[in-house]
């Protein structure tokens, strides 16, 4: 039996696919924003002193990556700082201590998977502090396990599936950076993955998202031809790429940032599931939930 387990973030796409798929027997302390602010040390010393986890998973973040640029203390206290205080809070008590990163560590110059090993080089502030968030973790707690992801979806909340089909049904086209480069996760398959690592007694950086790669081109032509195929759209609408100048924004973003996840397989003992696949999955879900 595993417990009590402490998810931060808990509301979010991640968290509830966490609760969703936890072993049986877990005892869960779900924990959102509202429940525990992150960036408090005060607050998360007390909290986990309290609840006495046997393992923290922290898929809590400030992830509003355009915002960063003008928010940068907020974006550091929750992506740095936080993830710092629960380490050590975790360590403090012997627990185990998940947190979960991002492929915006990368530059995006690689053209071939990051290894976990790989130098970093973010490009904007939300990658920048989500490095030092890893960093703070492994000061704090050396026996840690950070996994980093990308482009998570999930059922519920604000996603590019989710805005896709929205727009999708709304436009007579839609515009979308084909010269972006990564892998569309599903926060389901993310979520079993991080609860097999934990099993496995990972430690350390490692990778997992779901397989191969697309541009997010490649990603709304394939929820547009799944979504038809299933009768959630009921047309289709000309999806147009554009390159990323085309679309400026706020932050840089990594034109290729396919992560290599074969030291999370060999820990796992099985591959992800490709993304098409979990995007069907996905899809199936909301149609059935009308």
């Known amino acids: ?5 402490l998810i931060t973030g808990a509301g979010g796409q991640l968290g509830r696919a966490l609760q969703a798929s ?10 959102g924003h509202g429940d525990l602010d ?16 046997t393992l923290i998973i922290n898929a809590a973040a400030y992830t509003a990556v355009d915002k ?28 185990r201590f998940i947190h979960v990163s991002t492929d915006f560590v990368f530059n995006g110059a690689s053209g071939v998977p990051y290894l976990p090993v790989q130098p970093t080089e973010p490009l904007g502030v939300y990658g920048a502090s989500k490095r030092a968030g890893e960093e703070a973790v492994l000061a704090e707690d050396p026996d840690a396990l950070i996994v980093r992801t990308a482009w998570v979806y999930g059922v519920t909340g604000h996603n590019f599936v989710r805005t896709m089909l929205r727009l999708m049904a709304e436009r007579d086209e839609v515009r979308v950076v084909a010269d972006q480069i990564g892998t569309p996760t599903f926060a389901g398959g993310l979520a079993g993955a991080l609860w097999a690592l934990d099993a496995a007694g990972a430690r350390g950086v490692h990778h997992w998202t779901d397989s191969g790669a697309a541009s997010w081109y490649d990603f709304a032509v394939a929820i547009q031809e799944d979504a038809l195929a299933i009768g959630l759209l009921t047309r289709a609408v000309p999806v147009i790429p554009i390159a990323t100048s085309d679309y400026p924004t706020p932050a840089c973003r990594p034109s290729y940032s396919v992560l290599d996840k074969r030291s999370a397989i060999a820990l796992i003992g099985a591959p992800a599931p490709h993304w098409r696949v979990h995007l069907r999955d996905m899809l199936g879900v909301i149609k059935a939930n009308g």
Do not use: F
């Open 1 to 5: 039996m595993i417990g009590p387990v």
């Open 22 to 31: 936890a072993p049986p027997g877990a005892t869960l302390v779900p924990l």
């Open 38 to 53: 992150i960036g408090d040390a005060a607050a998360v010393r007390t909290l986990v002193a309290d609840h006495k986890p």
């Open 68 to 95: 960063a640029e003008s928010e940068t203390a907020e974006a550091y206290r929750i992506n740095a700082e936080g993830p710092g205080h629960l380490a050590a809070a975790a360590r403090a008590i012997e627990a």
